[in-house]
């Protein structure tokens, strides 16, 4: 059983400056070590404002939250260590090759000599670079940077990963070795996993737990089938569909 929590979150409120409502309106949730858990919400629901808190980028407008048993607002450097972000926004050099660009964020988190160079070249490998990760990434294609970007955000072998819509725009195969990948991890390394996502059949298949956010709300939370069964769906599409009243955009 999954039962230690790694990150707890009670009544979170982010009002951004200037906006009439908030971007998220008093969140509770728990989320247990070793746990894969999807963040399921339409545009604009509160998901990247939600990462963005976690890993210290956005100061929240009220609430705590506890990672790994260190609060947020006191203990912010420690915690940051701990977790590995892949952003929504590509995040690289694009002038600087895949490698170079791992290289240099490998050095961000202190990662050095010969224990850099097998991850960054290890990663490459197991996502698929040949000598291409030698060219400058401006010349990739958009799933060869979310690969790149994926690996950036990994490479320091964090204990929580968030990840913001890490599959967009790659073709199915890509997506599924992408998400076996993080799934290796999360069993070997027993890493909590976060991610958000528009694909429901990926989340269903991939998360041991979901969260459906809206409008800033968190609409229900639980295992896929239990959410399943409970809203009398034939899959985790139809129950966000019923729940939201929205289409996910694809
Ligand atoms: N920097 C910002 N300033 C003002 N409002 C923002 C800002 N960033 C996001 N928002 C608003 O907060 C809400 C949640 O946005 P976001 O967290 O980006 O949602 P998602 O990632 O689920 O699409 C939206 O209403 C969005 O317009
Ligand atoms: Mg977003």
Do not use: W
């Given at each position: 059983?999954?039962?230690k ?18 971007a ?20 604009g ?23 790994d048993?260190?609060s ?6 420690l915690i ?10 590509i ?30 070249d ?8 040949d ?19 994926l ?8 204990k929580?990963i ?9 073709d ?15 069993q ?10 528009h ?35 034939d ?5 966000f ?10």
């Amino acid at each position: 059983m999954k039962t230690k929590p790694i990150i707890s979150v009670h009544e979170l409120v982010k009002n951004y400056p200037n906006s009439n409502h908030n971007a998220l309106n008093s969140i509770c949730l728990t989320i247990s070590e070793g746990e894969v858990m999807g963040l399921l919400g339409p545009n604009g629901a509160g998901k990247t404002t939600f990462f963005s808190i976690l890993c210290g980028l956005l100061l929240p407008t009220r609430g705590k939250v506890v990672i790994d048993g260190k609060s947020l607002d006191k203990e912010q450097n420690l915690i940051k260590q701990q977790i590995g972000v892949v952003p929504q926004d590509i995040a690289l050099y694009p002038t600087l090759s895949g490698r170079e660009n791992l290289f240099f964020i490998g050095r961000m988190y202190g990662l050095k000599g010969s224990d850099l160079k097998n991850r960054v070249d290890e990663a490459l490998t197991n996502f698929g670079f040949d000598e291409n990760r030698n060219k400058a990434v401006k010349n990739y294609s958009g799933g060869m940077k979310r690969r790149i970007n994926l690996i950036a955000g990994i490479l320091h072998q964090p204990k929580i990963i968030l990840l913001d819509e890490p599959t967009v725009g790659i073709d199915v195969q890509s997506r599924i070795a992408m998400m076996e990948y993080l799934k290796n991890i999360n069993q070997q390394q027993n890493a909590t996993i976060i991610y958000t996502s528009h694909y429901m059949e990926q989340a269903a298949q991939f998360c041991d737990k979901v969260a459906i956010l809206d409008e800033g709300n968190i609409l229900e939370k639980g295992t896929p089938n239990e959410l399943i069964e409970k809203h009398n769906c034939d899959n985790l599409e139809e129950v966000f569909i019923q729940l939201t009243g929205k289409k996910i955009r694809d």
